[in-house]
Every structure is written in structure tokens, then in C-alpha cells.
């Protein structure tokens, strides 16, 4: 069975179960318990306390270490299970019973990113600060679907698998903005960002820095920073190919948070859980995650 108080006393041993330090799970720990507290249903015991199965997740500081375990080694239920010392069904409750709880803390936290804003007003009411944003598209693979129109809509001829993606903004510091609602890997960058609109919240002073994906987003708002693409036949003037350097290098940022968001297994190995649209709460999450990271490290 997993020692998890053993794993609390070890900086680098927990670091490397949950992608926290002893900090940062401290800081989290109050705001989850409460949140936990809260999501009990409001019922009557039917048996006195001790009555029923043992539980193994005796402790809040359990269940907080538990979903944070699943969400950075993605373990099958079985596995799961296994290490904990409960059955695959109870590995697969535990998970969706506490994943509501954890992006419920994170929210109360202030890291976990707003799927859309409306406004200028309200970009800067929530992100006073920034200076400079990245918007970017992340897929992450699924395992193929048997349905025959879900194959064609889920392919990606980019990555060449069938996927799921999310556009994101992403600030100088490494923080995701905005994350969008999943989509189907088949929809393009640009036709995705048309339908969420990221771009179209954020105040004209700040810089939007782009790949050659988003090419034509230029021309609907000016404070867009796109790379030079090669005329047909032709090729790019040296002061252009030192642009789309410096581009480039400036909007590596953008990669940077998504291999920190992505150090959680869940959002980065072959998506296999059933329940619709389960990714994309994981992806939430775990951008939260990434954000609370941040602010607690």
C-alpha cells in the first residue's frame, strides 16, 4: 500500500508523485479541505460512524495527495488501485468524485484560467499586469475512434493522429491566460480562434505574439505579431528571416508553459478515461496547477 506520510516528509519524493513541493501542497491542502467539506451530500447516516468498508483515504491530506498523484503519473484504475489498496472501482470514484473538489480549490485560488473573456474591461480587471500575451493551440492524442465521422473529425494532419486541442494565452511569466473549451483536432488554429475570439479581449497596447497558423489574424486586429511567411517561388528578405527569429524566440514562452502544464501525465499521455469530455476538466485542471505552481514556488 502507498506510504503517503512518507512521501509528505520528502520534498523530492513528493515533487515527484504530485508535481508539488511540501509548500505548495500545505497551501492547497486548506483550501481543498473546505472545498471537500462543502461537496459532502446532505444526508443522513443510515449507519453509525465506523459502519461500512475501511476506508483508505482516512485524511484529507489523502485525498488531496491521491488526485494529485493521478493527475502526474496517470495511472490505469487498476494501477491505481493497486498502489492505494482499493479496488478499480473505487479508484475510478475517487477520481471523479475529486477532481470537482481540486478545480473548485484552484478557482478559489486564483489560478485556474477563465475559458473566455468578454471584454477589455474585464482582461484587465482580472490581469492587470501583463504585458505581453502568446496565443497558441496544444493537442494531446486519443485513442482512435471506431466511429467512422469521429475519425475523420479527430484527425489531426499536423500531428498525424487523431487528437483533441485547446487554444491558450499565455502571459510573459509562463501563465495561461485563457484556456478554450476542447475541440476536435481536425479544426484549424485560426478557424478555432475566429469561433473563441481570444484575441478580441485583449486591450490594443498589449502585444499578441502568434504562429504561422493563426496567418491572417493580422488583418482583424493590429496589435498581432505574426511570422513572415515564404512568398510562392520566392524567398524572405534576411531582415525578415531576422524577424521571425526574434519572433520565434520571444514566443517560446508559450511552449515553455505548455511543457510545464504538460508535466502532468494526464494532459500529456494518450487520453483513455470514457466519460464525454473528461479531458478537457483535466486540462483545466492542470493548467491550474501550472498556475498555482507559479504563484507557491
Not at 520528502?10 to 511540501?22: I, K, P, V
Not at 484575441?199 to 505574439?209: D, K, L, R, T, Y
Amino acid at each position: 500500500m502507498l506510504n503517503i506520510e512518507q512521501a509528505l516528509k520528502q520534498d523530492r519524493l513528493l515533487r515527484a508523485l504530485t508535481g508539488m513541493n511540501r509548500k505548495a501542497f500545505e497551501t492547497l491542502l486548506s483550501t481543498f479541505t473546505e472545498e471537500y467539506e462543502q461537496s459532502k451530500p446532505k444526508k443522513k447516516r443510515k449507519r453509525a460512524t465506523g459502519g461500512g468498508r475501511k476506508a483508505c483515504l482516512t485524511t484529507n491530506s489523502a485525498k488531496l495527495f491521491f488526485i494529485l498523484f493521478y493527475f502526474k503519473c496517470y495511472p490505469t484504475f487498476d494501477l491505481a488501485g493497486f498502489i492505494v489498496g482499493f479496488d478499480r472501482s473505487q479508484a475510478h470514484y475517487w477520481v471523479h468524485r475529486l477532481q470537482p473538489v481540486l478545480e473548485a480549490s484552484l478557482g478559489k485560488k486564483m489560478s485556474l484560467p477563465p475559458r473566455k473573456i468578454n471584454n477589455v474591461e474585464d482582461f484587465l480587471t482580472i490581469y492587470p499586469g501583463v504585458k505581453r500575451v502568446m496565443i497558441d493551440a496544444t493537442e494531446r492524442r486519443i485513442q482512435r475512434p471506431k466511429d467512422r465521422q469521429k475519425q475523420k473529425l479527430n484527425y489531426s494532419g499536423k500531428k498525424k493522429h487523431h487528437t483533441r486541442k485547446h487554444l491558450a494565452a499565455v502571459d510573459e511569466n509562463k501563465r495561461v491566460l485563457v484556456l478554450s473549451k476542447v475541440r476536435e483536432g481536425k479544426v484549424h488554429d485560426k478557424r478555432a480562434h475566429d469561433e473563441d475570439d481570444i484575441a478580441g479581449a485583449i486591450p490594443e497596447e498589449i502585444p499578441i505574439e502568434v504562429d504561422s497558423g493563426f496567418l491572417g489574424l493580422q488583418k482583424q486586429y493590429e496589435n498581432i505579431y505574426v511570422p513572415h511567411r515564404k512568398p510562392k517561388g520566392g524567398e524572405l528578405s534576411e531582415s525578415q528571416r531576422e524577424e521571425n527569429r526574434l519572433l520565434s524566440s520571444s514566443r517560446v514562452i508559450c511552449e515553455n508553459a505548455f511543457a510545464g502544464v504538460k508535466r502532468y501525465q494526464a494532459v500529456s499521455q494518450i487520453y483513455r478515461n470514457r466519460i464525454s469530455d473528461f479531458d478537457d476538466r483535466l486540462m483545466l485542471t492542470a493548467a491550474g496547477l501550472w498556475n498555482f505552481y507559479l504563484i507557491a514556488a
